[in-house]
């Protein structure tokens, strides 16, 4: 349920609804329609069904509402998340005994991205960060539209999260002198700086000594 008008994208007057507020008190329906949210993940989603109802003080989501339509919710450390399936669609913190929803209404339609743009970046986060050659087996099945070219840019999270330590292969080195063959290696940045104010150390180690 919302007050204002303004965030309606689809709206139909109603003149016969009524809705029983917590103090008992009841508020008129005038209207219906959708309204469009920029959630948390930037992903632009459509709440249907929302009804206008001018004396409200405040905009509510229907938990229970949201629940008949395949959706769960859970609470943990002041954070509300409604998901469906894998996927979360909406998030909100709470504040005293409220959950404020964390996004934006989309109030003109030119807010919307367009759909000509590649959403390539979209569906690879959409599907847990899913490689380049998976995106681009989903797009020749045609399961990812018109407007995914396959091609993921570079992922600062993959580049993180998917890295694995390589071996090396075992090699046999014969020196004959100190400073033949060293072994260095270069760390930091540290957190806590040394006593002469140092954040990086370097090692240097002889194979000869």
Avoid at 116 to 121: I, L, S
Avoid at 133 to 138: A, E, P
Avoid at 142 to 154: A, E, M, Q
Avoid at 195 to 204: A, D, L, S
Wanted: net charge positive; charged share 25%; hydrophobic share 35%.
């Amino acid at each position: 349920m919302s007050h204002n008008r303004d965030w309606f994208t689809t709206y139909e007057p109603i003149y016969d609804g009524l809705v029983l507020m917590g103090n008992d008190a009841q508020c008129k329906v005038v209207g219906e329609g959708t309204i469009k949210i920029k959630t948390h993940d930037g992903i632009v989603r459509t709440l249907t069904g929302v009804r206008y109802v001018p004396e409200l003080k405040r905009n509510l989501i229907s938990l229970g509402t949201l629940e008949s339509y395949g959706c769960r919710y859970s609470v943990e450390g002041g954070v509300l998340k409604v998901s469906k399936g894998v996927i979360v669609l909406l998030k909100a913190i709470r504040c005293d005994s409220l959950f404020v929803l964390q996004g934006s209404t989309i109030t003109c339609f030119a807010a919307v991205a367009s759909p000509n743009k590649d959403n390539t970046k979209l569906w690879h986060m959409r599907l847990g960060r899913m490689s380049e050659k998976g995106i681009r087996i989903l797009k020749k099945k045609g399961h990812l539209g018109n407007h995914c070219t396959g091609k993921v840019d570079l992922c600062e999270h993959c580049i993180f999260g998917k890295q694995k330590k390589v071996s090396f292969s075992k090699v046999i080195h014969r020196t004959k002198g100190t400073l033949d063959y060293i072994h260095s290696g270069f760390w930091g940045l540290l957190k806590v700086p040394s006593r002469g104010k140092c954040r990086y150390m370097m090692t240097i180690i002889d194979d000869f000594s």
